[in-house]
């Protein structure tokens, strides 16, 4: 449960952004979209449990953007719904 790590181990946050910001380097690098833009998504709502709402914003929408180009509809539906959940 993430909002229960970020909240007792405080380290979790700052690697857990560190692996996915390293998984989004390899994917853009070798062109997987479709693990790039789930990437996003999990970066996305990462940050939205630890508040940090303006990062939440920046992933989910280059997610939503990836998955739009991808036709990725289901991913999409998702990603949408994780916008409308930041405040």
């Not at 229960?4 to 690098?29: M, Q, R, T």
């Not at 990437?39 to 990836?66: P, T």
């Amino acid at each position: 449960n993430i909002p229960f790590l970020i909240k007792n181990v405080p380290s979790a946050y700052k690697k857990s952004v560190g692996h996915y910001n390293k998984a989004i380097e390899l994917y853009e690098d070798i062109g997987a979209h479709g693990f790039l833009g789930q990437s996003y998504l999990n970066l996305a709502q990462l940050h939205e449990a630890n508040k940090n709402n303006d990062k939440a914003r920046h992933a989910i929408e280059k997610a939503i953007g990836i998955f739009k180009n991808r036709k990725a509809e289901v991913w999409l539906l998702q990603a949408k719904a994780t916008l409308a959940s930041i405040d």
